[in-house]
């Protein structure tokens, strides 16, 4: 009977995980179509925003002696100083999702190393903060926080010291990590090479370009772009992030519903059988004493 009672008890342990994990779904789900929606809405303005920079920058190299001057255009073969800038999740249980980001700052750091390359990461989330500590590497930044509840100010925040950085050639080359939403159930590794911007497959064509822009203007609009393509590209980044988060949490906790509902249907069963065998054995009991007292 003993073994009956350890049966009855793991069954309403996991009884307990199992609503658990299906409340966790059902937060995640919630969650998720309202974080899908805004980063559809992010998504179409940062490629906006992407287009009209690579354009204009395209034009000015195009028609203007000499080209843009500005560094964030400026491509550079053998970087000497690399910050990359990766965001994970603050909270686990959401799948592989952390560790599929860290892997790729991990190979993007051997890779760079190999090449003689300085490699500064700046990290968001506190699950690739606590891997990195734990390694012992050095972190320039770190954000607990920001990747749970993105803001465009925190976005803001967080970009800054990258942007002067390059622009004052204290860092030659900017990277962004994160692991991003795809769709309901799949989650999609990017990685964006910020600065510096590459417009070498951009074909201006003015005869189809939408813009009309005064040639004494496109300096002046490109710096403000500049800063808004850092800004807005980061904070999609993290919203993208976000999205992709509660897609794989919500698919890690149905597994591990259907995983407990697997469990205590075997549970169950082995508790049958345990009962059958304690029963048959008091019966042979029983019949085994009636004989004796015959």
Same mark, same amino acid.
């Given at each position: 009977?003993?073994?009956?009672?350890?049966?009855?008890?793991? %069954?309403?342990?996991?009884?307990?995980?199992?609503?658990?994990?299906?409340?966790?779904?059902? &937060?995640?789900?919630?969650?998720?179509?309202?974080?899908?929606?805004?980063?559809?809405?992010?998504?179409?303005?940062?490629?906006?925003?992407?287009?009209?920079?690579?354009?204009?920058?395209?034009?000015?190299?195009?028609?203007?002696?000499?080209?843009?001057?500005?560094?964030? /255009?400026?491509?550079?073969?053998?970087?000497?100083?690399?910050?990359?800038?990766?965001?994970?999740?603050?909270?686990?249980?959401?799948?592989? /999702?952390?560790?599929?980001?860290?892997?790729?700052?991990?190979?993007?750091?051997?890779? /760079?190393? #190999?090449?003689?390359?300085?490699?500064?990461?700046?990290?968001?989330?506190?699950?690739?903060?606590?891997?990195?500590?734990?390694?012992?590497?050095?972190? @320039?930044?770190?954000?607990?926080?920001?990747?749970?509840?993105?803001?465009?100010?925190?976005?803001?925040?967080? %970009?800054?010291?990258?942007?002067?950085?390059?622009?004052?050639? #204290?860092?030659?080359?900017?990277?962004?990590?994160?692991?991003?939403?795809?769709?309901?159930?799949?989650?999609?590794?990017?990685?964006?090479?910020?600065?510096?911007?590459?417009?070498?497959?951009?074909?201006?064509?003015?005869?189809? =370009?939408?813009?009309?822009?005064?040639?004494?203007?496109?300096?002046?609009?490109?710096?403000?772009?500049?800063?808004?393509?850092?800004? @807005?590209?980061?904070? @999609?980044?993290?919203?993208?992030?976000?999205?992709?988060?509660?897609?794989?949490?919500?698919?890690?906790?149905?597994?591990?519903?259907?995983?407990? =509902? #697997?469990? &205590?249907?075997?549970?169950?069963?082995?508790?049958?059988?345990?009962? #059958?065998?304690?029963?048959?054995?008091?019966?042979?009991? %029983?019949?085994?004493?009636?004989?004796?007292?015959?």
């Amino acid at each position: 009977m003993a073994n009956l009672k350890d049966i009855k008890r793991k %069954i309403k342990s996991v009884n307990n995980t199992k609503k658990t994990t299906r409340a966790m779904k059902l &937060v995640s789900t919630a969650k998720l179509k309202r974080a899908e929606e805004v980063a559809k809405r992010s998504r179409e303005y940062a490629n906006k925003i992407n287009e009209m920079l690579s354009e204009i920058a395209s034009r000015i190299n195009k028609f203007k002696v000499g080209g843009t001057t500005s560094r964030f /255009f400026e491509p550079i073969e053998n970087p000497k100083v690399v910050d990359i800038v990766f965001i994970t999740a603050d909270k686990g249980l959401c799948g592989g /999702f952390n560790i599929q980001t860290i892997k790729r700052v991990n190979t993007l750091i051997d890779e /760079f190393k #190999q090449k003689g390359s300085k490699v500064r990461l700046r990290a968001v989330g506190r699950k690739g903060i606590d891997f990195f500590n734990f390694k012992g590497m050095e972190l @320039y930044t770190k954000d607990i926080g920001v990747s749970s509840s993105p803001t465009y100010e925190k976005a803001q925040e967080i %970009i800054l010291k990258v942007i002067e950085d390059f622009s004052t050639s #204290q860092s030659d080359k900017i990277i962004l990590v994160h692991n991003g939403y795809k769709n309901m159930i799949t989650q999609e590794l990017r990685q964006v090479d910020l600065a510096p911007v590459d417009i070498s497959d951009i074909k201006s064509d003015d005869n189809e =370009s939408m813009m009309e822009i005064e040639s004494e203007n496109e300096e002046k609009i490109l710096d403000e772009l500049i800063k808004k393509y850092f800004e @807005y590209n980061m904070y @999609y980044a993290l919203i993208d992030s976000l999205a992709a988060e509660h897609s794989a949490r919500m698919q890690a906790m149905d597994n591990a519903t259907k995983n407990a =509902s #697997q469990r &205590v249907d075997e549970l169950t069963i082995l508790y049958n059988k345990a009962r #059958q065998e304690a029963i048959t054995t008091e019966l042979i009991e %029983i019949i085994s004493g009636m004989e004796a007292l015959k």
